[in-house]
């Protein structure tokens, strides 16, 4: 009913051309898959290449090709063998009877000589093809002597040529056959096999020789189109390959066709140098060849006919479906085609990682749910309330078990002795183990028991203080497993949107880029574009060795920068040493802003290990940490616990982690690593080079200062050390850069360094106030002195300043404008 109201309700006159196209399109399917069920499962295109194999010859009298092809089906296709021996035995007679019944005898001798030796064959694969040789010597040298009563010495030759003939192609057999028999196949084909499938096809069409429809012979005409086929697939190189050999092949068969395999090979090569006009420009490249070898013929008529016969595979060729020539080019490397398929295989194999990276994603964050509910739960059911009758349980069972008046207690009086002991207990936790006059005497009017119980009442209270620290403890450490496991949990997530992003197709971009350089007068060998996003672009290109001019830098980058709009800087560069080698470069975008260090440090007594250790870094997505550790102590040891701290800590901030989960995760692994009083103090600047904005994680370490112009500003918190306790909070100051400003970190050593200073808060930012120059390293070295000389000389303990000067960062070369490039856009 609505199917009929639709058709109504369209538009007379207007004709819906895709139902016959639906339509269609589903015949031809069903067509197809009727005719595969046929030929391929059914195993009827054996029977066809049987026949046409038994009937083909070499030298006019050799027929190599019967037993190889049985022995591969024999070997790949058992149950298909009885349609193959049909098919060559009926080609055979086609030929005469005599060559069909030697042909019959000959598969017969090898299917009882392979069935006998059969239990002693570890690989019957590799013995096949000697089977093959052997049989056939054995069995043409016998014909010989059956047909004429004796062997000549040309009859042997004969016989051994074919009989090695049949070993290579039994080779090729069994390359090519499953190539022809298996519907769905996955893998892209190899050079050998497309070369042995073309030898088979050749091989096959020799059995059409002496076939002619109107005076045009079949086999120039399904030659030419095979030729024709593999030009338009896949190129000019297997395009003259397919030529050459179905040539030999031919003039091996025919003497007299020997110089149609010119005409073939140069076919194959112009149909495949003209493809890029599709199906017509093959064709014009047949024809061209077809016209300059055909003048070699005997006349005019010689050359009409093999027009035709030229026309006649151009027919065949042009009738063609596209989804066979796509479908085989799907299998041949180099092709369009092959490349859609192995980038769609490397898609889903994308997919396929990128899903199981977000299922670890997701069980890391059910893992950190199920901590952070743990804890809940627990803090619930574990109330005040349900604590002090734990608590009380514990005093009554030592206690008012065993007393006279429990009943006159807990039963009739429950309320008020629960809250007399209630009372007790707060006021000993409030009052450092002493409960006031007036509850003592209360309590002595209504306990008999009264001393005893304040007693029990104090040493359970030790233990109840000790069990909330535990448990208090068991909570910390499992918001922290919960914490990290989310931590990780982002990462992996994160990790899973990168694999997912695929490199998009920037070929029109990459060729104007090229254009333009070379335009320019600029050599480039290849440009490959990863990524041109604002902020952050991503090209690699290959040159040739520029020899040290620094062509990269001073001319490419600020072309580029041009180009994309934005300031594009050379990231790394790997320049030959050879001179005809290649120098490859990366170009990546310039961050906003760059950060410039200075650093002096000294250690204790002038000594040669200092227990301060420092890190610099820039890290992989767009930010800068500076770090300095304070060991406890001084030498060899706490120098180890410094530097052990800082890499621990850098390892995790690669991996993405946020900075807070990662400075827990160091003081986790800390504290719980030794149990030797070991700590260490932490201070951490990271910034983000793109907006210039900084955060400061400080763990028990000296404050840090800004200098921005004359004004000073102080950094500063107060977090104990590193591993003394296994949670705390960690405080994030944020504070936003400006360019020309001055980072000043420092350990303990240096800010308490002064001597017979009471505010080294002020000495610190007079000093700093003081200071004449901007250079971070003439900075730290200043204020490293300043201190050494406040102290007469003397290094009492580690020392470490950084310096950091936040900058604009200009490109060293101005942007150069590239006129080709902007004509195109």
Known sequence: MQKAERNLIEPIGEVNFERPKLELAKILHKFQVKLEYIFIKKGYLLLFIGFLLGRALILAKLTPFSLPFFAAVYFLRRDRAPLALIGLVGGAATLSLKIAAVTFVVV??????????????????KALPFYVFSILLIGKTAESFVF?????????????????????????FLQSIPLLTITKRRQSLKTEEIVCLIIMLASIMTGTIGWSVYDLSVEHIMSRYLVLLFSFVAGATVGSTVGVVTGLIFSLANVSSFYHMSLLAFAGLLGGLLKEGKKTGVAIGLFIATLLIGMYGEGSGTLTKTLLESTSAVLLFFLTPTILTSKLAVYIPGTPEYAAEQQQY??????????????????????????????QVEADE???????????????????????????????????????????????????????????RDWEKHCTRSKKVLEVIQQELTFYHANQRLKKQVQE???????????????????????????????????????????????????????????????????PNCRGHGECEKLIAPMLSDILGETIVVNTEECSTVPNEFCYVTFRSAKAYTVETGVAYAAKDGGLVSGDSYSTIELGFGKYAIAI???????????????????????????GIEEKVAIKSVNSVLSLRTTDEIFSTLDLAMIDLQNASAKFLKIGSAPSFIKRD??????????????????????VVSEQLKAGDLLIMMSDGVFEGPKHVENYDFWMKRKIQELQTDDPQQIADLIMEEVIRSRAGFIEDDMTVVVAKIKHNTPKWASIPVQAYKERA
């Open 629 to 655: 550790s304070d060991g406890m102590g001084n030498g060899e040891r706490a120098h180890y616990e410094s530097k052990e701290t800082l890499q621990l800590l850098q390892k995790i901030l690669q991996s």
């Open 108 to 125: 017969f001798l090898f299917l009882f000589c392979f069935r006998i030796s059969k239990k002693w064959l570890k690989n019957e694969m």
């Open 382 to 440: 574990d109330s005040n309330d349900r604590e002090l009758d734990y608590f009380l349980s514990n005093v009554t069972e030592k206690t008012c078990q065993t007393c006279f008046k429990k009943e006159h207690c807990w039963t009739r009086n429950f309320n008020t002795t629960y809250d007399y002991m209630k009372e007790i207990m707060h006021e000993i936790e409030e009052g450092s183990g002493a409960v006031s006059q007036k509850l003592y």
């Open 148 to 172: 004429s009563g004796q062997v000549t010495l040309y009859d042997g030759m004969m016989s051994g040529i074919e009989a090695s003939l049949g070993f290579i192609l039994t080779l090729i």
């Open 710 to 731: 004359s004004k000073i500003i102080k950094i500063d918190s107060s977090n104990l050390p590193i591993g003394i306790l296994q949670d705390f909070e960690v405080d």
């Open 346 to 375: 490397m898609r889903k194999m994308r997919d396929v990682t990128a899903q199981r990276v977000a299922q670890f994603s997701n069980v890391f964050q059910a893992l950190s749910k199920s901590f952070t509910s743990l804890d």
């Open 477 to 543: 450490s499992r918001k922290l497993v919960a914490d990290q496991l989310l931590g990780v949990s982002e990462v992996m997530e994160d990790f899973a949107k990168e694999i997912q992003r695929e490199r998009e197709n920037h070929y029109k971009q990459e060729e104007h880029i090229l254009e333009a350089l070379q335009s320019f007068g600029i050599q480039i060998e290849h440009v490959e574009i990863y990524n041109l996003e604002q902020g952050n672009v991503d090209i690699e290109m290959t040159i």
